[in-house]
């Protein structure tokens, strides 16, 4: 019993960090229209760039620096939209291409960075609340997820971030409008990845090490657990959205915990992700076809 409330525990505290990038998409997918492909790179970038603040001394100072670089990764892929002409997909492409060589540089040339003899927001956490020790990683998560979602539901209903969801809803009408669209995209995109770099830099510090291939995957994962959070609320207020999302990411990581408890091999879980995108996109559209399909039954038999 211990075992699984240990497991579930773990589910939640990954779910829950890995919401933030989920959030991320929620931003720059569901309100600004752009999937931007680059998040796997930023995700990496967030955790090398926490990790080699924290390791220089300095733990609370790799939030600030992870989120300033996720912004930077945003600028850059946003900059390649806007101004060079290059299609958001490809430009995503490009900007994770290029990030894998600038955080194995960061790295000094390696491919793994040990924290183990190094404080993190979590051990200096631990240190001052003992009695706490057990849900660190839980409570901290929690508090950046309340924080992000709080920030979301301020700046989406400000006058830029009404701009945002309108350049996402139609940027025609947003260009007639006199809103300049490379603006609010530049500026969306950037906040969508300082958050991604901040998920980034939070699990670097839990896990306390740093793999070059973090990241990989992680677009998967997230419009995974978009989607999936789609499901349970697709319309409503802000709040219901961004709350759906953070269950998406939790449900998701509860899969992948599950799938690992029946002993699935590890180079599986890849395929998992898949199956869940696929489920997550069908299902619904599914159920939107089935009165079509019901209809077309009861008329074949009627002939």
């Excluded at 790799?62 to 989120?67: E, G, K, L």
């Excluded at 997909?89 to 960075?113: E, P, Q």
């Excluded at 740093?210 to 990989?216: A, E, K, L, P, R």
Aim: charged share 10%.
């Amino acid at each position: 019993m211990s075992m699984i409330f240990s497991l579930g525990q773990t589910a939640f505290e990954l779910g829950l960090i890995c919401s933030l990038t989920v959030l991320a998409l929620f931003l720059s997918y569901s309100m600004l229209n752009v999937c931007d492909l680059s998040t796997d790179g930023c995700f990496t970038l967030g955790a090398v760039v926490g990790a080699s603040v924290a390791i220089s001394g300095h733990p609370f100072l790799a939030i600030p620096a992870s989120m300033l670089a996720g912004m930077l990764s945003g600028f850059t892929t946003a900059l390649l939209q806007t101004k060079a002409g290059i299609d958001s997909l490809l430009a995503g492409i490009i900007v994770n291409t290029g990030l894998y060589s600038i955080n194995i540089g960061i790295m000094h040339g390696a491919s793994l960075l040990n924290m183990n003899r190094t404080d993190t927001i979590f051990t200096l956490f631990k240190s001052q609340f003992p009695s706490l020790s057990s849900y660190t990683i839980l409570l901290i998560a929690l508090i950046s997820v309340i924080l992000v979602v709080l920030f979301l539901i301020f700046f989406l209903s400000t006058k830029l971030g009404l701009a945002i969801r309108a350049t996402g809803n139609n940027p025609s009408m947003v260009k007639s409008s006199s809103i300049n669209p490379v603006f609010t995209t530049i500026v969306g995109l950037c906040i969508a990845n300082m958050f991604t770099g901040l998920s980034g830099c939070l699990l670097a510090q839990s896990q306390k090490f740093v793999d070059i291939n973090i990241g990989q995957g992680m677009v998967t994962i997230a419009l995974a657990s978009l989607l999936i959070g789609r499901t349970l609320c697709n319309h409503g207020s802000i709040f219901k959205r961004s709350f759906a999302c953070v269950c998406g990411a939790i449900i998701f990581r509860l899969v992948y915990t599950i799938a690992l408890r029946f002993n699935m091999p590890a180079f599986m879980l890849k395929l998992v992700s898949s199956i869940i995108v696929i489920l997550a996109i069908a299902i619904p559209y599914l159920k939107s076809q089935w009165p079509h399909i019901q209809r077309r039954i009861q008329y074949k038999r009627g002939l």
